[in-house]
Structures are given as C-alpha cells and as structure tokens.
C-alpha cells in the first residue's frame, strides 16, 4: 500500500533539503578531490560580461529578434581558455509577450561569474511558433552554439548546461532527451548535447499542466488524447535521457508550476538511471526563482555554477529502476 500522501510530501522534503546541501557542497568537493586534465580554475564572480546579439535562423516575414539570441561573454580578466557555456532559455508560457529581455539580469549576472552565456529568443504561439515551430527553433537555437564556437573560442561545447526557467524550464529538460528522439523528430540528431540541465520552476509535466491553464494546449495544438505522438515527443516526463543529469529547482509557493511536477521528474528519472537532483527553495513562488534581486538568489547561481562547471560530478546519481 503507498503511503499516505503526507508522508510522501514530508519525505520529498527532507529528500530536498539534503539534496540542497549536496548540490552546494559538490564544488567544494570536487574541487578538494582534485581535477583531470583540461579543468579550468571555477568561475567567480568579475563583475563585468560582454554581450552581442546573434541571429541563428532567417526565415521569410519573421523578425530577426524573434530568432536571435544575446551571447554573454566574461571579461578578459576572467578569460582562461574555454569557459564552461551555460544556454539560458526564458519562458512565459510558450505564447507571445515574453523573451530573453526578462532573463537578461540572470544572464548578465551569470556571465559575470565566468560563464558564457547564450540567451536565446524563439517563436511562441501567437507569433508564428506553436507546434513544430517552438521546438524546431529553440533546437536550431541551441545547436548554433557550435556555428558561435568558431569565431568564440572560449565556448566549450563539452561542457554546455541548459538552463531555463517556466515554459523555458520544459525546452530546456527537454534537450537533454533530443539525443533520445526518432530521426524526422523535431530537435532530433542534435549537433550539441548539454552535460547537465537545471530547470527553475519548469513544466516537467505537459500533462498535469494543462489542468492549470491553456497554455500547453496552445503551444501543443490539442491535448495528449488528440496527439499523443506530439506528447510522448516532448513531455519532459516522457522524453528522458538518464545521460544527461538535470537538477530541478522549485518554489514551495509556486502556485503556476506546482512543486510536486519537479518532485515527479526527479523521481522518475532516478528511477531510470539517471543523475538528477530535487532543490526546493522555501517561501519562494514562481517568478523569483529567477530574479536576481530575491534573496535566494545567489545560492541559486550558485548551485547554477557548481552544476555547469562539474557536471555530472556535481549530481547524486540515480539508483535506477
């Protein structure tokens, strides 16, 4: 018999609180253990970034905005060969109003820390994207990393992160299961694959938000009974990868993308293998998770930064099934 959903809920939180003291203590570790060949000094704090904007994708009558991004790059004082790259993709439901402007702090602040950081805008519903298109641009997106890291050779496609948050928190879970997805799929045979994902308050679960609001349906064009194909393509929840470690960072007052959604995925890819980690952040609702100005702000960058520097060293690994 299961437990009783209290207790369940309790057990998740301890699991949480733990899981914050490891994410946190990970670099002080890794770092005490010693590094291998290639390793690079831990980002700190500089102080200053660079930014340009890049467009990856031209298509006929779509803004050049909508299919850019804005690379964040560290000061020169921070330089030291390639920096560990962090893709950081904005949400807003999927639906037009919101883009990369409202992360733009979060990169600076980021990219301020050492890290190159890609922030990248695409085409949401009500603004030409919707299903495929979302999907296929914030692949293309993603994957233009390697064109950028051409003619920026401080990006260090070995060690790419993807970080979203909301909506963007979805595409970004969703990445690290592209290397899972059929050839014709859209975002299938990526060109980079991420070394971790960290979501802030993501939709980990297309289904269970559809209860919330219209926004999946919108984004999805119909619900998992009318396109189950589209579902099990990108529900974070059913396209996984235990590869790739994702650490979930939530609100205990989100009341948009409710906590249990990240305590579900975290759950599920563990039991799957995989390397994942639950972070629940007290008295904390949806938004502030990714506002530079919230006072639990830098305990998020910094476990951000202990993720995109060490990887899959810096995740409990799962037990599998």
Do not use: C
Not at 77 to 101: C, D, F, Q, S, Y
Not at 172 to 184: M, V
């Amino acid at each position: 018999m299961p437990p009783p959903p209290h207790t369940s809920v309790g057990r998740r939180r301890w699991a949480a609180a733990i899981i914050v003291a490891l994410i946190l203590v990970a670099a002080a570790v890794v770092a005490l253990r010693g590094r291998t060949a290639g390793d690079t000094d831990s980002p700190v704090p500089t102080g200053r970034a660079s930014v340009s904007t890049h467009q990856y994708l031209s298509v006929p009558d779509v803004d050049p905005e909508t299919l850019s991004g804005f690379l964040f790059r560290p000061s020169s004082e921070a330089m030291n060969g390639a920096r560990p790259t962090i893709v950081l993709i904005h949400g807003g439901g999927w639906i037009k109003g919101a883009t990369a402007e409202y992360v733009r702090p979060a990169a600076q602040a980021l990219a301020a820390r050492g890290f190159v950081v890609w922030s990248l805008n695409y085409r949401r519903a009500g603004d030409g994207g919707g299903w495929p298109v979302t999907f296929t641009d914030l692949a293309a997106g993603v994957d233009h990393l390697a064109r950028l890291q051409e003619s920026v050779p401080e990006i260090d496609l070995s060690r790419v992160t993807v970080v979203g948050h909301s909506a963007g928190g979805q595409l970004a879970a969703w990445t690290a299961g592209r290397g899972t997805l059929p050839d014709g799929a859209p975002g299938a045979r990526p060109t980079v694959r991420p070394h971790a994902v960290v979501s802030l308050a993501g939709v980990l679960d297309m289904r269970l938000s559809l209860t919330k609001n219209d926004h999946v349906l919108r984004v999805m064009g119909g619900t998992p009974e009318q396109f189950p194909d589209r579902y099990l393509l990108v529900d974070p929840l059913e396209r996984m990868d235990p590869r790739v470690p994702v650490v979930a960072i939530t609100g205990t007052d989100d009341t948009v993308v409710p906590p249990r959604e990240a305590a579900e995925y975290v759950e599920a890819l563990r039991r799957n293998g995989g390397s994942t980690a639950l972070i629940e952040i007290p008295q904390t609702g949806h938004g502030e998770l990714v506002d530079v100005h919230n006072a639990w702000w830098p305990m998020i960058a910094s476990a951000i930064a202990t993720v995109a520097e060490h990887g899959p060293r810096a995740v409990p690994a799962g037990t599998g099934a």
